[in-house]
């Protein structure tokens, strides 16, 4: 078993930054591949970003130049820095652990989100 807790989330400027944070338990948290996906109010839960164990990222088109996934296997964290947000990037983000991908199939565990708003 595998339990996720999102932090870091707020209300930021449009083009802003913000560092999202993923506290993993369980002894078998560094076996997983770990993403991170976001749900906008009304719309379906979307791919963000994956990070594989071998070290390989993939991410959306959108953020592949303004977000970086990354993990510390020893602290058992996961982060998401996101650099030049833009509004409707609005949305809950979630942090998931599982086979790697952009597929939420993929994933066996996640947390309860954190809140990101961007908004002037």
């Known amino acids: 078993q595998v339990q996720l807790v999102e932090s870091g989330g707020g209300i930021v400027q449009p083009g802003g930054s913000l560092r999202l944070s993923c506290a993993a338990s369980g002894r078998t948290f560094s076996n997983y591949a770990v993403g991170w996906f976001r749900q906008a109010q009304g719309e379906e839960r979307e791919f963000v970003a994956t990070l594989w164990r071998s070290g390989t990222t993939y991410y959306r088109a959108s953020v592949k130049v303004r977000f970086t996934i990354s993990r510390d296997n020893l602290k058992n964290m996961v982060y998401l820095q996101m650099n030049n947000l833009t509004p409707n990037e609005t949305a809950t983000y979630y942090c998931?652990?599982?086979?790697?991908?952009?597929?939420?199939?993929?994933?066996?565990?996640w947390g309860r989100g954190t809140q990101v708003t961007v908004s002037s």
């Open positions: 998931e652990a599982g086979t790697g991908g952009s597929k939420y199939r993929n994933y066996d565990y």
